[in-house]
């Protein structure tokens, strides 16, 4: 996450530092540390819960600036379609396999947890 140190604030150094590996690395990496964004309890899954408390915050930042399509058009169910693509399994939490094999098969689910709004 971007809290490094877990002290409950994100500063300078921890902020550069995310920006980096988001920016720079391998898919792989990136999507790893995706992964670590959304697990917010770091039990080794992302739940529904957690993945829609990370995308109503995105959607908080950037909400009006993007235009979203229909499917995409509230938190709800951005998160509902990131979970019909990824849940293979159908057990509603998403693991880092799951996740990775996702975001690799469908390059726009990569763009929809990036929230790139040049690549939407």
């Given at each position: 996450?971007?809290?490094?140190?877990?002290?409950?604030?994100?500063?300078?150094?921890?902020?550069?530092?995310?920006?980096?590996?988001?920016?720079?690395?391998?898919?792989?990496?990136?999507?790893?540390?995706?992964?670590?964004?959304?697990?917010?309890?770091?039990?080794?899954?992302?739940?529904r819960k957690e993945m829609l408390e990370i995308v109503t915050a995105i959607y908080k930042m950037v909400g009006s600036v993007m235009k979203m399509p229909e499917d995409e058009a509230t938190?709800?169910?951005?998160?509902?379609?990131?979970?019909?693509?990824?849940?293979?399994?159908?057990?509603?939490?998403?693991?880092?396999?799951?996740?990775?094999?996702?975001?690799?098969?469908?390059?726009?689910?990569?763009?929809?947890?990036?929230?790139?709004?040049?690549?939407?």
């Open positions: 996450t971007f809290d490094a140190n877990g002290d409950g604030t994100i500063d300078f150094r921890e902020f550069l530092c995310a920006l980096s590996v988001t920016s720079r690395g391998k898919l792989e990496q990136k999507l790893k540390w995706a992964f670590t964004m959304y697990d917010l309890d770091k039990d080794g899954y992302i739940t938190p709800e169910k951005r998160t509902e379609k990131i979970f019909r693509q990824m849940d293979k399994n159908m057990d509603g939490k998403l693991s880092l396999e799951e996740f990775i094999e996702g975001a690799k098969s469908d390059p726009s689910i990569v763009r929809l947890l990036q929230c790139d709004p040049q690549q939407i």
